[in-house]
Nanobody
Framework: QVQLEESGGGLVQAGGSLRLSCAAS????????MGWFRQAPGKEREIVAA????????YYVDSVKGRFTISRDNAKSAVYLQMNSLKPEDTAVYYC????????????????WGQGTQVTVSS
């Protein structure tokens, strides 16, 4: 059983920064891609960023390009999302997820999920 635990969410003013962390434990997939998703009230869960096992391939949704950076530390079984220049529209619950694929861009590509951490950006 794989467990993912997100941390680092909170309330921040527009223009501010947050760094989300995701720690994996238990029996993880072999060489999983990892992704960050978010879900705002009344909206579908969407991909924010994803990273391949060795970090050589990354993907960002257009709305966060240039502001967010995904990274991972496989020695620590951790993945991070550095979020800069935050906007009110970034407000959502952010989820960490793991995939057996090289890189996943959709919800269905991911095999296990964390419980989420709330990010609220005030204007």
């Amino acid at each position: 059983q794989v467990q993912l635990e997100e941390s680092g969410g909170g309330l921040v003013q527009a223009g501010g920064s947050l760094r989300l962390s995701c720690a994996a434990s238990g029996r993880t997939l072999s060489r999983p891609a990892m992704g960050w998703f978010r879900q705002a009230p009344g909206k579908e869960r969407e991909i924010v960023a994803a990273i391949s096992w060795n970090g050589g391939i990354t993907y960002y949704v257009d709305s966060v390009k240039g502001r967010f950076t995904i990274s991972r530390d496989n020695a620590k079984s951790a993945v991070y999302l550095q979020m800069n220049s935050l906007k009110p529209e970034d407000t959502a619950v952010y989820y960490c997820a793991g995939s057996s694929r090289v890189l996943g861009r959709v919800v269905s590509a991911y095999d296990y999920w964390g419980q989420g951490t709330q990010v609220t950006v005030s204007s």
